[in-house]
Protein backbone atom coordinates (compact mmCIF):
# COMPACT_ATOMS: atom_id res chain seq x y z
CA UNK A 1 0.00 0.00 0.00
CA UNK A 2 1.47 3.16 -0.78
CA UNK A 3 2.14 5.79 1.56
CA UNK A 4 1.68 9.74 1.76
CA UNK A 5 4.80 11.95 0.73
CA UNK A 6 6.07 14.93 2.38
CA UNK A 7 6.79 18.48 1.06
CA UNK A 8 9.15 19.03 3.83
CA UNK A 9 12.56 19.93 2.25
CA UNK A 10 14.23 18.19 5.65
CA UNK A 11 12.73 14.85 5.15
CA UNK A 12 14.55 15.38 1.30
CA UNK A 13 17.85 14.29 0.51
CA UNK A 14 20.26 16.57 -1.34
CA UNK A 15 20.99 16.36 -4.91
CA UNK A 16 14.71 25.23 -12.17
CA UNK A 17 11.80 25.43 -13.11
CA UNK A 18 11.26 27.81 -15.77
CA UNK A 19 8.51 29.64 -17.86
CA UNK A 20 7.27 32.70 -15.61
CA UNK A 21 8.64 35.64 -14.95
CA UNK A 22 10.10 37.44 -11.60
CA UNK A 23 6.56 38.92 -9.97
CA UNK A 24 4.34 38.58 -7.30
CA UNK A 25 1.63 36.14 -7.38
CA UNK A 26 -1.02 34.49 -5.75
CA UNK A 27 -1.77 30.77 -6.07
CA UNK A 28 -5.39 29.96 -6.99
CA UNK A 29 -4.74 26.28 -7.06
CA UNK A 30 -1.85 23.73 -6.71
CA UNK A 31 -2.00 20.22 -7.87
CA UNK A 32 0.92 17.98 -9.01
CA UNK A 33 1.09 16.14 -12.45
CA UNK A 34 2.61 14.33 -14.30
CA UNK A 35 4.27 16.05 -17.29
CA UNK A 36 6.53 14.97 -20.04
CA UNK A 37 7.28 17.50 -23.02
CA UNK A 38 9.94 17.34 -25.64
CA UNK A 39 13.11 17.47 -24.15
CA UNK A 40 11.91 15.89 -20.88
CA UNK A 41 11.01 12.55 -19.64
CA UNK A 42 7.62 12.18 -18.20
CA UNK A 43 8.31 13.43 -14.43
CA UNK A 44 6.35 14.67 -11.36
CA UNK A 45 5.52 18.13 -10.68
CA UNK A 46 4.13 20.12 -8.36
CA UNK A 47 2.10 22.67 -10.30
CA UNK A 48 0.93 26.17 -9.09
CA UNK A 49 -1.74 28.23 -11.20
CA UNK A 50 -0.94 31.86 -10.73
CA UNK A 51 -2.84 35.41 -10.36
CA UNK A 52 -0.54 37.98 -10.92
CA UNK A 53 -0.49 40.74 -8.06
CA UNK A 54 -0.17 44.49 -8.81
CA UNK A 55 1.45 47.14 -6.94
CA UNK A 56 -1.87 47.60 -4.75
CA UNK A 57 -1.35 43.75 -3.76
CA UNK A 58 -4.46 43.10 -5.49
CA UNK A 59 -4.76 40.50 -8.31
CA UNK A 60 -4.56 42.36 -12.16
CA UNK A 61 -8.00 41.33 -13.35
CA UNK A 62 -6.96 41.15 -17.18
CA UNK A 63 -3.63 39.44 -16.58
CA UNK A 64 -3.52 36.12 -18.38
CA UNK A 65 -2.76 33.66 -15.55
CA UNK A 66 0.30 31.30 -15.28
CA UNK A 67 1.59 28.31 -14.03
CA UNK A 68 4.59 27.60 -11.99
CA UNK A 69 5.69 24.04 -12.61
CA UNK A 70 8.32 22.66 -10.16
CA UNK A 71 10.09 19.35 -11.17
CA UNK A 72 10.34 16.93 -8.58
CA UNK A 73 13.31 14.99 -10.87
CA UNK A 74 14.05 12.94 -14.03
CA UNK A 75 13.82 9.76 -12.19
CA UNK A 76 10.69 10.93 -9.64
CA UNK A 77 8.25 8.35 -10.67
CA UNK A 78 10.09 5.50 -9.56
CA UNK A 79 9.34 6.91 -6.10
CA UNK A 80 6.50 8.79 -6.66
CA UNK A 81 3.21 9.47 -8.24
CA UNK A 82 0.27 11.90 -7.82
CA UNK A 83 -1.86 11.38 -5.37
CA UNK A 84 -5.82 11.84 -4.31
CA UNK A 85 -6.68 12.37 -0.81
CA UNK A 86 -9.74 13.06 0.81
CA UNK A 87 -8.59 15.47 3.04
CA UNK A 88 -5.20 16.82 4.29
CA UNK A 89 -5.47 14.33 7.29
CA UNK A 90 -6.13 11.52 4.79
CA UNK A 91 -2.53 9.36 5.40
CA UNK A 92 -4.05 6.73 2.79
CA UNK A 93 -4.32 8.94 -0.88
CA UNK A 94 -5.11 6.88 -3.72
CA UNK A 95 -2.52 6.29 -6.57
CA UNK A 96 -3.14 8.01 -9.48
CA UNK A 97 -0.40 5.90 -11.71
CA UNK A 98 2.52 6.67 -13.48
CA UNK A 99 0.79 8.19 -17.04
CA UNK A 100 1.26 11.57 -18.74
CA UNK A 101 -0.87 13.91 -17.29
CA UNK A 102 -1.93 11.96 -14.15
CA UNK A 103 -2.85 14.39 -11.11
CA UNK A 104 -3.57 14.70 -7.59
CA UNK A 105 -4.04 17.00 -4.76
CA UNK A 106 -0.74 14.86 -2.83
CA UNK A 107 1.84 12.37 -3.52
CA UNK A 108 1.98 8.47 -2.62
CA UNK A 109 5.58 6.72 -2.11
CA UNK A 110 5.92 3.43 -4.37
CA UNK A 111 9.62 3.61 -4.07
CA UNK A 112 12.63 3.94 -1.34
CA UNK A 113 14.46 6.98 -2.05
CA UNK A 114 12.90 10.37 -1.09
CA UNK A 115 12.81 13.58 -2.94
CA UNK A 116 15.83 14.84 -3.93
CA UNK A 117 16.98 18.17 -2.30
CA UNK A 118 18.61 19.45 -5.71
CA UNK A 119 14.87 19.61 -7.47
CA UNK A 120 13.03 22.80 -8.37
CA UNK A 121 9.77 21.87 -6.32
CA UNK A 122 12.17 21.21 -3.14
CA UNK A 123 14.30 24.15 -4.16
CA UNK A 124 11.23 26.24 -4.14
CA UNK A 125 9.49 24.43 -0.97
CA UNK A 126 13.17 25.44 0.71
CA UNK A 127 12.84 29.12 0.07
CA UNK A 128 9.26 29.29 1.02
CA UNK A 129 10.35 27.91 4.88
CA UNK A 130 13.34 30.19 5.40
CA UNK A 131 10.10 32.75 4.79
CA UNK A 132 8.50 31.41 7.56
CA UNK A 133 6.20 29.30 6.12
CA UNK A 134 5.22 26.32 8.36
CA UNK A 135 6.83 22.86 8.42
CA UNK A 136 4.16 20.98 9.62
CA UNK A 137 2.27 22.30 5.99
CA UNK A 138 4.66 20.98 4.21
CA UNK A 139 4.86 17.54 5.82
CA UNK A 140 1.72 17.10 4.97
CA UNK A 141 1.56 17.30 1.85
CA UNK A 142 -1.74 18.42 0.47
CA UNK A 143 -1.79 21.05 -2.35
CA UNK A 144 -5.11 23.09 -1.20
CA UNK A 145 -2.87 24.25 1.53
CA UNK A 146 -1.06 26.19 -1.18
CA UNK A 147 -4.45 27.69 -2.59
CA UNK A 148 -4.09 31.89 -1.15
CA UNK A 149 -0.47 31.89 -0.80
CA UNK A 150 0.54 35.02 -2.12
CA UNK A 151 4.64 35.17 -2.65
CA UNK A 152 6.98 37.20 -4.20
CA UNK A 153 9.09 35.08 -6.88
CA UNK A 154 12.80 35.13 -8.22
CA UNK A 155 14.91 33.48 -10.12
CA UNK A 156 18.34 32.51 -8.41
CA UNK A 157 21.21 30.75 -9.39
CA UNK A 158 22.65 27.53 -7.44
CA UNK A 159 25.35 29.94 -5.95
CA UNK A 160 21.94 32.29 -4.72
CA UNK A 161 20.32 29.73 -3.33
CA UNK A 162 23.18 28.47 -1.48
CA UNK A 163 24.07 31.52 -0.01
CA UNK A 164 20.98 32.95 0.68
CA UNK A 165 19.06 29.91 1.91
CA UNK A 166 21.58 28.09 3.07
CA UNK A 167 21.50 25.04 0.59
CA UNK A 168 23.94 23.09 -0.88
CA UNK A 169 23.33 22.99 -4.27
CA UNK A 170 25.58 22.23 -6.49
CA UNK A 171 27.88 25.11 -8.09
CA UNK A 172 29.85 23.34 -10.80
CA UNK A 173 29.38 24.29 -14.74
CA UNK A 174 27.47 21.82 -16.45
CA UNK A 175 27.53 20.97 -20.02
CA UNK A 176 25.29 19.31 -22.52
CA UNK A 177 26.50 16.13 -24.98
CA UNK A 178 27.90 18.86 -27.50
CA UNK A 179 30.03 20.61 -24.62
CA UNK A 180 28.02 23.89 -24.33
CA UNK A 181 27.38 25.09 -20.95
CA UNK A 182 24.16 24.65 -19.28
CA UNK A 183 22.82 27.36 -16.70
CA UNK A 184 20.98 25.89 -14.15
CA UNK A 185 18.36 28.28 -12.17
CA UNK A 186 15.68 28.14 -9.48
CA UNK A 187 12.48 29.49 -9.21
CA UNK A 188 12.52 30.70 -5.16
CA UNK A 189 10.26 32.99 -2.42
CA UNK A 190 12.17 35.72 -1.80
CA UNK A 191 8.88 37.34 -0.18
CA UNK A 192 6.05 35.29 1.69
CA UNK A 193 3.15 38.68 1.49
CA UNK A 194 0.06 37.09 3.10
CA UNK A 195 1.10 34.90 5.99
CA UNK A 196 -2.14 35.52 7.63
CA UNK A 197 -3.73 33.56 5.37
CA UNK A 198 -2.87 29.91 6.78
CA UNK A 199 -5.32 31.17 9.74
CA UNK A 200 -7.72 29.14 7.92
CA UNK A 201 -5.75 26.03 7.40
CA UNK A 202 -6.22 23.30 10.10
CA UNK A 203 -2.81 21.92 11.41
CA UNK A 204 -2.76 17.86 12.32
CA UNK A 205 0.07 18.73 14.04
CA UNK A 206 0.51 18.60 17.67
CA UNK A 207 1.47 21.90 19.38
CA UNK A 208 5.53 21.59 20.62
CA UNK A 209 4.40 22.64 23.92
CA UNK A 210 1.56 24.19 25.97
CA UNK A 211 3.09 27.12 27.71
CA UNK A 212 0.70 29.62 27.75
CA UNK A 213 2.01 33.09 26.14
CA UNK A 214 0.85 36.60 26.71
CA UNK A 215 -1.48 38.20 24.37
CA UNK A 216 -1.49 41.77 23.43
CA UNK A 217 -4.42 44.08 22.05
CA UNK A 218 -5.10 46.19 19.43
CA UNK A 219 -3.41 49.02 20.94
CA UNK A 220 -0.16 47.20 22.03
CA UNK A 221 3.17 48.98 20.86
CA UNK A 222 5.27 47.21 18.32
CA UNK A 223 7.99 46.30 20.50
CA UNK A 224 5.05 44.25 23.20
CA UNK A 225 3.92 42.54 20.08
CA UNK A 226 7.65 41.98 18.65
CA UNK A 227 8.52 40.84 22.30
CA UNK A 228 5.53 38.23 22.15
CA UNK A 229 6.42 36.86 18.87
CA UNK A 230 10.44 36.79 20.37
CA UNK A 231 9.17 34.98 23.15
CA UNK A 232 7.33 32.26 21.89
CA UNK A 233 9.70 31.38 19.06
CA UNK A 234 12.21 31.14 21.99
CA UNK A 235 9.24 28.76 23.88
CA UNK A 236 9.17 26.37 21.27
CA UNK A 237 12.93 26.61 19.98
CA UNK A 238 13.84 24.97 23.35
CA UNK A 239 16.93 22.75 23.30
CA UNK A 240 17.77 23.94 19.73
CA UNK A 241 19.61 26.89 17.51
CA UNK A 242 18.50 29.88 15.30
CA UNK A 243 20.88 29.53 12.79
CA UNK A 244 20.55 33.37 11.38
CA UNK A 245 18.58 36.52 11.44
CA UNK A 246 16.66 35.13 8.07
CA UNK A 247 15.59 32.35 10.28
CA UNK A 248 14.76 34.35 13.25
CA UNK A 249 12.49 36.41 10.58
CA UNK A 250 11.41 33.18 9.23
CA UNK A 251 10.28 31.76 13.04
CA UNK A 252 8.52 35.61 14.15
CA UNK A 253 6.66 35.11 10.88
CA UNK A 254 5.39 31.82 12.01
CA UNK A 255 3.91 32.02 15.33
CA UNK A 256 2.61 35.69 14.56
CA UNK A 257 0.68 34.41 11.52
CA UNK A 258 -0.64 31.60 13.52
CA UNK A 259 -1.28 33.31 16.33
CA UNK A 260 -4.80 32.08 17.84
CA UNK A 261 -4.82 28.78 16.49
CA UNK A 262 -5.31 25.95 18.58
CA UNK A 263 -2.68 24.30 18.07
CA UNK A 264 -0.37 28.07 18.14
CA UNK A 265 2.83 28.92 20.26
CA UNK A 266 0.70 32.35 20.90
CA UNK A 267 -3.23 31.57 22.45
CA UNK A 268 -4.90 34.87 21.35
CA UNK A 269 -4.57 36.26 17.61
CA UNK A 270 -2.61 39.18 17.01
CA UNK A 271 -3.66 42.24 14.57
CA UNK A 272 -2.68 40.84 11.43
CA UNK A 273 -2.47 44.31 10.16
CA UNK A 274 0.57 44.75 12.56
CA UNK A 275 2.60 41.88 10.98
CA UNK A 276 4.89 44.12 8.76
CA UNK A 277 5.25 46.29 12.07
CA UNK A 278 7.16 43.75 13.90
CA UNK A 279 8.71 41.92 10.97
CA UNK A 280 10.76 45.66 10.63
CA UNK A 281 11.43 45.96 14.32
CA UNK A 282 13.53 42.46 13.89
CA UNK A 283 16.30 44.78 11.70
CA UNK A 284 17.77 46.34 14.98
CA UNK A 285 20.13 43.23 15.73
CA UNK A 286 20.68 44.89 18.69
CA UNK A 287 17.76 45.57 20.26
CA UNK A 288 16.83 42.05 19.01
CA UNK A 289 19.62 40.30 20.72
CA UNK A 290 18.92 42.00 24.18
CA UNK A 291 15.22 40.68 24.13
CA UNK A 292 16.12 37.33 23.44
CA UNK A 293 19.04 37.56 26.28
CA UNK A 294 15.76 38.26 28.45
CA UNK A 295 14.06 35.20 26.87
CA UNK A 296 17.08 32.87 28.01
CA UNK A 297 18.47 32.71 24.31
CA UNK A 298 22.14 32.78 24.71
CA UNK A 299 23.95 34.57 21.47
CA UNK A 300 26.53 34.43 19.27
CA UNK A 301 29.10 37.15 18.73
CA UNK A 302 32.24 37.87 16.48
CA UNK A 303 35.30 39.12 16.97
CA UNK A 304 34.67 42.79 16.57
CA UNK A 305 31.41 42.08 19.14
CA UNK A 306 28.77 42.15 16.43
CA UNK A 307 25.45 39.89 16.92
CA UNK A 308 26.31 36.60 14.33
CA UNK A 309 22.32 36.54 14.12
CA UNK A 310 23.02 32.89 15.91
CA UNK A 311 20.97 31.79 19.07
CA UNK A 312 21.17 29.12 20.89
CA UNK A 313 18.11 28.27 23.20
CA UNK A 314 18.97 25.75 26.20
CA UNK A 315 16.10 22.95 26.62
Known amino acids: MPTKASLNPDAAKQGGS?????????????????????????????????????????????????????????????????GQAKDANDNDPTDQGDAVDATGNTAVVVGDDPFNKSCSALVLMESLKKQGFPKEILDRFYTPDFAGLEFELATY?????????????????????????????????????????????????PAANNNEVPVADESASTDELTKL??????????????KSAQALFGFVTNVYAQSGGKTAAIKTKLPAKRLQEVQKRLDDKLWVSGIMAEFGAVGEYDSDGNHTGVYNIPA
Not at 229 to 242: D, P
Open 18 to 82: GGVEAGKYRVKAARTQNIKTDWKPNQLHLVFTLETLGSDGKVVRDEEEKELKASFGEKSLKNFHP
Open 157 to 205: TPKECNDKFGMRLNTKVNKDADGKEINVSYKVAVRWLNPTYLNGVQSST
Open 229 to 242: ALQAVVETKKGSSI
